[in-house]
T-cell receptor, first 114, second 110 residues
Framework: ETGVTQSPTHLIKTRGQQVTLRCSSQ?????VSWYQQALGQGPQFIFQ???????GRGNFPPRFSGLQFPNYSSELNVNALELDDSALYLC?????????????FGQGTRLTVV | QKEVEQNSGPLSVPEGAIASLNCTYS??????FFWYRQYSGKSPELIMS????GDKEDGRFTAQLNKASQYVSLLIRDSQPSDSATYLC??????????FGSGTRLSIRP
């Protein structure tokens, strides 16, 4: 157990809808990174939040947005869902966004867009 | 060129043997390197981190780093069936984010 929790664990949405995924970081961690993992691929970096500010973004369109709260939990929002958004969404919690920090993953949210 | 490259496998190793997993990365200024294990349908689990050239051992696992060659590897000694999983190499890039390879599927045959 990493102490990082994500909700919900599974979700089915219709194309064009919007979805919000949630992540609670491990105690003592102030950085949350979000990843998208398609079947058979490695996790792809979406963005990172450090102390409530976005601290880096991958090659994802603006319809992927996020938020971090004062308790360092985080949300990932995806608007105008597309079929290709179907994937495992992972959040990783770490300390300080520093270079030598280790990141620990939650159990993931499996999103299916139909 | 991908930022982090791994052979997708599958790599099949007999039980009790040494499994060797390799990874190369493109960002020369990378300083931190990680190996994650991912079982099918589960999230990645951190098993090793390495920051300096050379070897780092933890139980049956040894991570090896060669920054000059931009190469990092993971050795698993006395391989067990429970080691069968996908192993993800990850690199902390100069853009302040952890980049993952696509993973190597490892299968330990009895």
């Amino acid at each position: 157990e990493t102490g990082v929790t994500q909700s919900p664990t599974h979700l089915i949405k219709t194309r064009g809808q919007q979805v919000t995924l949630r992540c609670s970081s491990q105690s003592g961690h102030n950085t949350v990174s979000w990843y998208q993992q398609a079947l058979g691929q490695g996790p792809q970096f979406i963005f990172q939040y450090y102390r409530e500010e976005e601290n880096g973004r991958g090659n994802f369109p603006p319809r992927f947005s996020g938020l971090q709260f004062p308790n360092y939990s985080s949300e990932l929002n995806v608007n105008a869902l597309e079929l290709d958004d179907s994937a495992l969404y992972l959040c990783a919690s770490s300390r300080d966004g520093a270079m030598n920090t280790e990141a620990f993953f939650g159990q993931g949210t499996r999103l299916t867009v139909v | 060129q991908k930022e982090v490259e791994q052979n997708s496998g599958p790599l099949s190793v007999p039980e009790g043997a040494i499994a060797s997993l390799n990874c190369t990365y493109s960002d020369r200024v990378s300083q931190s390197f990680f190996w994650y294990r991912q079982y099918s349908g589960k999230s990645p689990e951190l098993i090793m981190s390495i920051y300096s050239n050379g070897d780092k051992e933890d139980g049956r696992f040894t991570a090896q780093l060669n920054k000059a060659s931009q190469y990092v590897s993971l050795l698993i000694r006395d391989s067990q069936p429970s080691d069968s999983a996908t192993y993800l190499c990850a690199v902390y890039s100069s853009a302040s984010k952890i980049i993952f390879g696509s993973g190597t599927r490892l299968s330990i045959r009895p």
